[in-house]
């Protein structure tokens, strides 16, 4: 169930079924190197790895965005599933914590990457269709010649 809200949390966004694929490729690819490097001799199966991945993307996205939508969507991840978190250091011997961890940190570079430089970064309010949070519509970026004036005088 987790990893169908989680997916469709993230393909709910305009860019969201590339940044799915994305996620899903990134995670099987990296991850499946780095838990086949460093990983325990266990066997590593299931798709908790893929769920850590979609949360660490909406929650770091998220944060770093803050606007009101994906800082709302942080918020309903933290809530719904911060409890996962927790589970990433199951007290099991033969328990994979190892593709748990570079889910996450797969999908917090994912988060980070899109929210500084990617198609969900934030740019100029003028190309912006969300506003950040605690954004003033008082505030301009360009003055006249009188504003100029009156702040000398």
């Known amino acids: ?3 169908a809200v989680l ?3 993230i393909m709910m966004r ?3 079924l590339e940044l ?3 996620n899903v490729v990134s995670n099987a690819l990296i991850g499946g190197i780095f838990v086949w490097t460093f ?3 266990i066997i590593h199966a299931g798709s908790s790895s893929m ?3 979609f949360f660490g993307f909406l929650i770091l996205f998220g944060i770093i965005r803050k606007d009101l939508k994906s800082a709302g969507v942080a918020l309903l991840v933290f809530f719904l599933y911060g409890g996962v978190f927790w589970s990433m250091f199951a007290s099991s011997g033969m328990s994979s914590w190892e593709s748990n961890l570079f889910g996450l940190l797969i999908g917090c570079a994912i988060g980070a990457y899109e929210a500084y430089c990617g198609e969900g970064a934030a740019s100029s309010p003028s190309t912006s269709t969300s506003k950040p949070i605690g954004s003033s519509e008082k505030a301009s970026l360009t003055s006249t010649d009188e504003d100029l004036d009156d702040d000398i005088a």
Request: glycine share 16%.
């Open 1 to 3: 169930m987790p990893f």
């Open 51 to 53: 769920i850590f991945t």
């Open 14 to 16: 305009d860019f969201g």
């Open 20 to 22: 799915f694929i994305l």
């Open 39 to 41: 990983g325990r001799d």
């Open 7 to 9: 997916g469709l949390l």
